[in-house]
């Protein structure tokens, strides 16, 4: 149902619709952003379940249209692969429901630019896993981040991951392209694989530590801070 808060749901709230989204069950009107979930259903018959939300830290890649990198995480190689971000538009109509098709193919888990994520599988707790490993995957990224440039697998470790994927029977565009950039995306290739751009992220605070790689003087750093709290006592 649309204009509800989901922890205050009850049952007899719950919508149900057809596939063309016309509403056949419930009290409550249902959400314009089921075409989003049924467009996903109508073009790939293997989807029983989608879940569509606002995870924060990967809304936070689709705020500033970062894009996710690969060859960092094996259980994100492994379990994911690559994660496209569809272009924005307004949410509710058959337009924004659209976006994703282009990339239906080759994912299950997709970023809407600006507004969220939405992962899509065979059961609900599949689609939901999805979601959870993308957005604790970008939160891992943010941290990172913070410490210092990501390291990415080299070629050898990525076909290790490659090879142990193809055994447990998920698939990978990877697999049918023998040419392909093993840890470069397909469809986007800017955002972590480069530097950290300022444009992306801001100007670096200029201080000593990690992100500096402690090229300050600490002995400094710590008088001034001593300086300043020692003043402040005395005001007090």
Same mark, same amino acid.
């Given at each position: 149902?649309?204009?509800?808060?989901?922890?205050?749901?009850?049952?007899?709230? %719950?919508?149900?619709? /057809?596939? /063309?989204?016309?509403?056949?069950?419930?009290?409550?009107?249902?959400?314009?952003?089921?075409?989003?979930?049924?467009? %996903?259903?109508?073009?790939?018959?293997? =989807?029983?379940?989608?879940? +569509?939300?606002?995870?924060?830290?990967?809304?936070? @890649?689709?705020?500033?249209?970062?894009?996710?990198?690969?060859?960092?995480?094996?259980? !994100?190689? =492994?379990?994911?692969?690559?994660?496209?971000?569809?272009?924005? =538009?307004?949410?509710?109509?058959?337009? &924004?429901?659209?976006? !994703? !098709?282009? @990339?239906?193919?080759?994912?299950?888990?997709?970023?809407? #630019?600006? +507004?969220?994520?939405?992962?899509? /599988?065979?059961?609900?707790?599949?689609?939901?896993?999805?979601?959870?490993?993308?957005?604790?995957?970008?939160?891992?990224?943010?941290?990172?981040?913070?410490?210092?440039?990501?390291? $990415? &697998?080299?070629?050898?470790?990525?076909?290790?991951?490659?090879?142990?994927?193809?055994?447990?029977?998920?698939?990978?565009?990877?697999? +049918? #392209?023998?040419?392909?950039?093993?840890?470069? #995306?397909?469809? &986007?290739?800017?955002? $972590?694989?480069?530097?950290?751009?300022?444009?992306? @992220?801001?100007?670096?605070?200029? &201080?000593?530590? $990690?992100?500096?790689?402690?090229?300050?003087? #600490?002995? /400094?750093? =710590?008088?001034?801070?001593?300086?300043? !709290?020692?003043?402040?006592?005395?005001?007090?």
């Amino acid at each position: 149902p649309t204009m509800i808060c989901k922890g205050f749901m009850k049952p007899e709230d %719950i919508c149900a619709v /057809d596939l /063309d989204g016309n509403q056949i069950a419930g009290t409550k009107k249902r959400t314009s952003e089921i075409l989003l979930h049924l467009t %996903i259903m109508k073009h790939r018959p293997d =989807v029983k379940a989608v879940v +569509h939300c606002h995870p924060p830290h990967a809304t936070a @890649f689709a705020v500033a249209r970062e894009k996710i990198p690969q060859c960092v995480l094996p259980e !994100v190689e =492994v379990f994911m692969g690559e994660i496209p971000m569809a272009p924005y =538009v307004t949410p509710g109509g058959q337009d &924004f429901a659209d976006t !994703v !098709v282009p @990339f239906l193919k080759g994912t299950n888990t997709i970023i809407l #630019n600006n +507004h969220g994520t939405v992962s899509f /599988d065979t059961t609900v707790e599949k689609a939901y896993w999805k979601t959870e490993i993308l957005d604790a995957y970008c939160r891992i990224l943010l941290l990172a981040k913070q410490l210092g440039p990501i390291q $990415y &697998f080299d070629e050898r470790e990525t076909r290790e991951l490659l090879e142990l994927k193809q055994k447990l029977g998920f698939d990978d565009p990877r697999f +049918h #392209n023998d040419d392909c950039d093993l840890c470069g #995306n397909s469809a &986007f290739r800017e955002g $972590y694989k480069e530097p950290l751009s300022e444009q992306a @992220f801001g100007q670096a605070p200029q &201080f000593p530590g $990690y992100l500096q790689g402690n090229s300050g003087n #600490n002995d /400094d750093l =710590v008088q001034s801070i001593t300086n300043q !709290v020692m003043a402040a006592l005395q005001k007090s």
